[in-house]
């Protein structure tokens, strides 16, 4: 038996390239992408948080103004609606009582005064709910 040896001079058959180096490049670029966007996140989030604080101490600062406010306008109306100090007893006894305006009727466009709260009716419970004691028949 005789083997024959003979060169290849052929070039082997190309198969597809490789595609790694590509996609280690493309994910790359993602998680860098995706790394800037997560800083840019909290950058945001940090600056809504100082605003967000900013908005909660002007608020404080309006409601103590305003409260001083309502306070000053109180003390300035006590002022007003309180008589003069007379320093003669005679000129007092003799003076005519002050007339006390009435306030005028209230219509229902005026809103009720705040100092006074009203209870509001609550309806009966119809006797079948009672009957359902799987509902919650509790009035808040």
């Known amino acids: 038996m005789t083997v024959i040896y003979t060169g290849r001079t052929e070039n082997p058959p190309k198969g597809r390239p490789s595609l ?26 940090e600056a809504q948080r100082g ?21 000053e306008n109180e003390q300035q109306a006590a002022a007003k ?18 007339a006390v ?4 009727a209230r219509t229902e466009s005026q809103p009720k005064p705040k100092g006074r709260h009203t209870m509001k ?5 119809p006797a079948e709910d009672l009957e359902d004691v799987r509902r919650s028949t509790r009035v808040i």
Not at 26 to 41: K, P, W
């Open 81 to 98: 609606s309180a008589p003069p100090a007379h320093n003669n007893p005679a000129e007092h006894a003799t003076a005519p009582a002050p």
């Open 121 to 125: 009716n609550v309806p009966a419970t």
């Open 51 to 71: 605003l967000l604080r900013d908005m909660f101490k002007d608020s404080t600062q309006l409601a103590d103004l305003k409260g001083k406010l309502a306070r």
């Open 101 to 104: 305006p009435k306030a005028p």
């Open 20 to 45: 790694l180096p590509l996609l280690v490049v493309l994910f790359i670029a993602s998680y860098t992408i995706l790394t800037m966007l997560v800083v840019e996140q909290g950058r945001t989030i």
